[in-house]
Structures are given as C-alpha cells and as structure tokens.
C-alpha cells in the first residue's frame, strides 16, 4: 500500500511523491542514497532560538552531544561510548553534516548560550535525525518549540509528515514523542547491541 509521506520537490518537477511504507533499515538506506543523489534545501525563516549551525560550530555540538550522552543518555548508550568519547570522529561526522546540503544543523539557544541541537534530514522523507536539549532545560518547552520548527520546515518544502527515530529504551523520549502526536508505524529491534535499536515514529502536519 503506497501513502503520501512528502511532497518536497525533490525530483525538480514538484510532484507529490507516492513512497511505500517500508522497513525502517532500508527506509534509513534509501534517505542516505537519496541525499548522495542531491537534496535542495528549504528556505526557513529565522527563529532566534534556532541558529543554522555553521563549519565553526562544530566543536560546540559536539560539546553539547558528550555532555547529554553524559547525563540523559547514561545507562541507555554504553559507558565506553561516553567514557571513550572520539572527540576528532564526532568533529569530523558533524562537519560532514553540516557542509551537506541534505541536512540542516541548528544550534538551540536560549539565556544568551547553547542548550541543545538539532539535526534534520531532507530526501524522499524529511527525519528529525537528532535532538539534543541538556538536562537543565528540558521539560521547559524547548522540545516543543523544535517540534514546531521541524513542522515549519516540512511546510517550507510543502512535506506532509516528518518521521524520528528513538532508542527503544529512551521511555522519555518516547513518551514526548508521543505527547507530541507522533504516531509510532515502524521497529527495528534485531541488533546485537540494544542501542542500535530504534523504533520509528511518524508525524502527520495538520
């Protein structure tokens, strides 16, 4: 069965793409081979609490992912993960991210400083690839304001839904996803190591 997922025009023709559901391992395979083919992107408008990261913020994001990894994500990623954080192959991925047309990085702020980033990915799905808000501001609607600008996005490129994915023992995580409307149509549950794990949730923009 085929359901509209997106209808950015991704293809330079504007059509309004037919995309099967699909496994979310080859659903994650085709958005990577989609955005070697080229993605064009999607002209926001400016949000002070959301600053497109440049190549100069790199080391920032990074600092920020080490120091959540360190706090909300301790017991869910492994220790050597944190405690043997590569800080020059996290530098150089985010990079790569950022200098990539497909992906849009942005920097949250709030209180004149870095609380969180956010990651989105644009090919034949947009994803909500990461969002990252320390511990000290969550639970203060930063997480609902990035709902919203993920949703502004996905407006910019005429896209009907979003999708994430989530660490299936993240329960808060899941649990603000859902708070969030976001309906869950996909697991992926078949790693050796647990964190590999994801479940996928769909957000439909009303």
């Known amino acids: 069965r085929f359901r509209v997922l997106a209808t950015c025009p991704l293809s330079g023709r504007g059509r309004r793409r037919l995309i ?3 496994h979310p391992k080859r659903q994650k ?7 070697a083919a080229g993605t064009p992107s999607c002209d926001m408008t400016d949000n002070k609490m959301f600053v497109e990261a ?38 150089e991925k985010e990079l790569s991210r950022i200098n990539d047309p497909a992906y849009s990085v942005y920097l949250i702020q709030k209180d004149g400083q870095n609380i969180g980033y ?36 996905c407006r910019e490129c005429d896209a009907a839904s979003f999708i ?12 603000f996803y859902e708070r969030m409307g976001g309906t869950l149509i996909g697991a992926d549950l078949t790693n050796d190591e647990k964190w ?11």
């Open 20 to 22: 099967r559901r699909r």
């Open 29 to 35: 395979m085709e958005i990577a081979e989609s955005a």
């Open 54 to 91: 440049g190549k100069d913020d790199a080391l920032s994001i990074i600092g920020l992912r080490h120091k959540i990894w360190s706090t909300t994500y301790k017991g869910i990623y492994p220790d050597h993960m944190i405690d043997d954080f590569d800080w020059a192959w996290h530098e």
């Open 118 to 153: 956010l990651t989105i990915h644009q090919a034949n799905v947009i994803t909500l690839q990461s969002l990252y808000i320390v511990s000290e501001y969550q639970r203060q609607g930063v997480g609902r304001a990035a709902v919203e600008h993920v949703k502004a996005f």
């Open 164 to 175: 994430c994915y989530c660490v299936p023992e993240n329960v808060n995580a899941r649990a």
């Open 196 to 206: 590999q794990n994801s479940v996928t949730y769909q957000f439909t923009l009303a």
